[in-house]
């Protein structure tokens, strides 16, 4: 590959990591052509970006970006591809059913997902049950709504009894 081809490929690399917030660093040199193409149709359908990669030119790309990368330069080894998401478990969830279906490669080598680095297939299970920064934002809204739809609630509920007893004892003094 000539140096000018290099730089082109490293300024694209950099460019998709800039793009998306999370990656994750997988090993599929295994597959054939057919799991493979299923792979890259999974990755399409859950919007994560897949590309295969040289590992000199994604360490370099992963130099040019803020951020200390140092702890993934170790997996950069080996054949490697790239996936991209904008929704931090959604490679890890798509690796788990497609490994699932048919117990075959993509294998987790590492993966930078919310700022923070993950190494090893063995931190597959927490990647896919992380939530992403919306989903958080969700939850916490969600836990400071509930005490106020108790107390609404409850004093709903409290009219409601309330106007049930004033109409009972209504109807026995005009009876």
């Known amino acids: 590959m000539r140096k000018e081809d290099k730089s082109i490929a490293i300024a694209k690399i950099v460019e998709t990591l800039k793009e998306y917030p999370n990656f994750y660093l997988v090993e599929t040199a295994g597959l054939n052509a057919e799991k493979t193409s299923d792979l890259r149709r999974a990755c399409a359908k859950a919007e994560v970006k897949l590309m295969v990669v040289k590992n000199t030119l994604l360490h370099k790309a992963l130099e040019q970006l803020e951020g200390d990368f ?40 590492a993966a930078y997902v919310e700022e923070t680095v993950y190494l090893g297939a063995d931190q597959l299970d927490t990647l896919a049950t992380i939530k992403s920064k919306n989903e958080l934002i969700a939850d916490v809204v969600a836990l400071l709504q509930s005490p106020a739809k108790n107390v609404v609630s409850a004093l709903t509920s409290g009219g409601t009894k309330l106007h049930g007893i004033l109409e009972t004892l209504s109807k026995k003094e005009e009876a």
């Open 70 to 109: 140092t702890e993934l330069y170790p997996v950069l080894a080996g054949p490697t591809s790239l996936m991209c998401t904008q929704v931090a478990n959604a490679p890890a969830k798509l690796i788990k059913d497609f490994v699932k279906k048919d117990d075959v490669l993509p294998a987790l080598k």
